[in-house]
């Protein structure tokens, strides 16, 4: 069991760009949520996926972000458009059921120029 | 809407003191409620998880309390260490994890 891995680490690109972050979850776990965190706040909610299906958007989520997690293994977040709002830190977490405990990753950190 | 409150936001304390943390939220209907810790620019580490019928968890010097019917729950950090520094979230467990803004601990040597 390695944890859950999300990647890239660190990602910059200018205004406008599209990005795409990777969460790979803990094997088994059939959840997987991602959150957004801004500095000095705590995580915000954004979507979550029992198994393949995606059970709950977050009106934080505009129709520039797009979530999946194809046959229910890994997960990928994609923003369109990026926008200097958008600069932020990107957590995924996996858990086996909805009261298991939940395990983060390390996050995507992500900077809009 | 489930609503995560911690007090205090920072907390600056010589080593050796006792820690209090405190949390509360709005709405009793959950499953659990987990203690994580961040250190700054990484992700979150797990602390503690107390499930909604617990009314509380220990590891090693670290204590969790939870009372859901007053929605309120306090981390204890026993003989604080410059290391303990980091802060501190609170999360609520009702199918997802709602949080709070956090508490910013510092132990001065």
């Known amino acids: 069991d390695t944890g859950v891995s999300q990647d890239p680490r660190h990602k910059i690109t200018k205004r406008g760009q599209n990005v795409t972050f990777r969460c790979d979850p803990i094997?088994?776990?059939?959840?997987l949520y991602w959150y957004r965190q801004t500095l000095g706040q705590g995580p915000e909610f954004l979507t979550y996926f029992q198994n393949e299906a995606q059970l709950e958007k977050s009106r934080l989520l505009s129709d520039r972000f797009s979530a999946e997690r194809p046959k229910g293994s890994f997960s990928t977040l994609e923003i369109q458009r990026t926008e200097q709002g958008d600069s932020a830190m990107y957590l995924c977490?996996?858990?086996?059921?909805?009261?298991?405990?939940?395990?983060f990753g390390s996050g995507t950190q992500l900077s809009v120029l | 809407k489930q609503e995560v409150t911690q007090i205090p936001a920072a907390l600056s304390v010589p080593e050796g003191e006792n820690l209090v943390l405190n949390c509360s939220f709005t709405?009793?209907?959950?499953?659990?409620l987990q203690w994580f810790r961040q250190d700054p620019g990484k992700g979150l580490t797990s602390l503690l998880l107390?499930?909604?019928?617990?009314r509380e968890q220990t590891s090693g010097r670290l204590n969790a309390s939870l009372d859901k019917s007053s929605g309120r729950s306090t981390l204890y950090i026993a003989a604080s260490q410059p290391g303990d520094s980091a802060t501190y979230l609170c999360a609520v467990n009702d199918y997802k994890l709602s949080f709070g803004a956090g508490t910013t601990v510092t132990v001065r040597a």
């Open positions: 094997s088994e776990h059939n959840r």
């Open positions: 977490a996996s858990s086996l059921e909805v009261d298991e405990k939940l395990f």
């Open positions: 709405d009793s209907a959950i499953y659990n």
């Open positions: 107390i499930q909604s019928s617990q």
